[in-house]
């Protein structure tokens, strides 16, 4: 491109000079008596300007070489200019690529590490519930009547409910010495046993029922006149979660306790199913 424009200057220069030589020679309207002189000198100015015009020509081309060369600068530092800002662009592009990976890298960590809390978490659920089975799995009770001096309870005309107040072990916390009723924490098999004991009457006898969920399972009866006699009974029950089991006292039946504890309810867990 800089060489046509080059050329191009240089053939307006010399049109222009071509020009100029055609035209003042003619221009000039002289008598006849001059054409002579007019003439003579015509070769003169001609010379003239054929000296002219190179000496123009090669200003014209020092100047162009020089802006020519000026340009050829102007376009190494632009040169290098692109180059350095697509080095810059490549790094650039580097370093986002670099982020890039960071970045996947991050997501993909952030995912393990929700798995891996995950897992802990059930994890550690898991080992909450084993704990619990395990607690649960230790069920035992045993409780007197009375916890301290000396009582006859009954004779009642209908069922009571005997609460055994004093108690010496309750593991897993399933007998509620406050009504006297044992709930099952987990499915599985038990095993109750229960000893009363009373003075001899000779209206009354002493006696309880084994209840569970209301049905009479087992039953501890003894009735002499006089002396002191006890009963005794017990029962393996398969109870499901929440069944209640519990003592009925005999209708018109008395039941003894002391300090000794004669009258016992007891009761635990065999195993889990």
Request: aromatic share 8%.
């Amino acid at each position: 491109m800089e060489m046509t424009m080059f050329i191009s200057l240089l053939l307006l220069i010399c049109s222009l000079c071509t020009a100029q030589l055609q035209t003042e020679p003619d221009s000039k309207i002289l008598p006849y008596g001059k054409q002579t002189e007019t003439q003579e000198q015509i070769p003169e100015n001609v010379s003239h300007h054929q000296l002219t015009c190179p000496q123009d020509i090669h200003a014209v081309l020092r100047e162009m070489s020089a802006l020519l060369a000026e340009q050829k600068v102007e376009i190494k530092h632009l040169q290098r200019d692109n180059e350095a800002q697509a080095a810059k662009l490549r790094e650039l592009e580097k370093q986002k690529s670099e982020v890039d990976n960071l970045k996947q890298q991050l997501q993909e960590h952030t995912a393990e590490l929700i798995t891996i809390q995950d897992k802990s978490k059930v994890t550690e659920n898991q080992v909450e519930a084993l704990k619990r089975d395990g607690e649960v799995k230790q069920v035992a009770f045993s409780a007197s009547l009375l916890v301290e001096g000396s009582e006859t309870v009954g004779p009642f005309n209908t069922y009571t409910t005997l609460v055994f107040k004093h108690v010496v072990t309750n593991i897993g916390n399933a007998y509620n010495s406050n009504t006297g009723i044992f709930i099952a924490p987990v499915r599985g098999s038990y095993h109750f046993e229960f000893y009363i004991g009373a003075h001899g009457h000779a209206s009354h006898p002493s006696g309880a029922v084994l209840v569970k969920n209301g049905q009479h399972i087992f039953i501890a009866y003894e009735h002499q006149p006089s002396h002191y006699g006890t009963s005794a009974n017990g029962a393996t029950l398969l109870l499901e979660v929440g069944d209640v089991v519990f003592l009925r006292q005999w209708v018109n039946s008395r039941v003894f306790d002391n300090e000794n504890h004669h009258s016992t309810f007891s009761g635990h867990l065999l195993f889990t199913m």
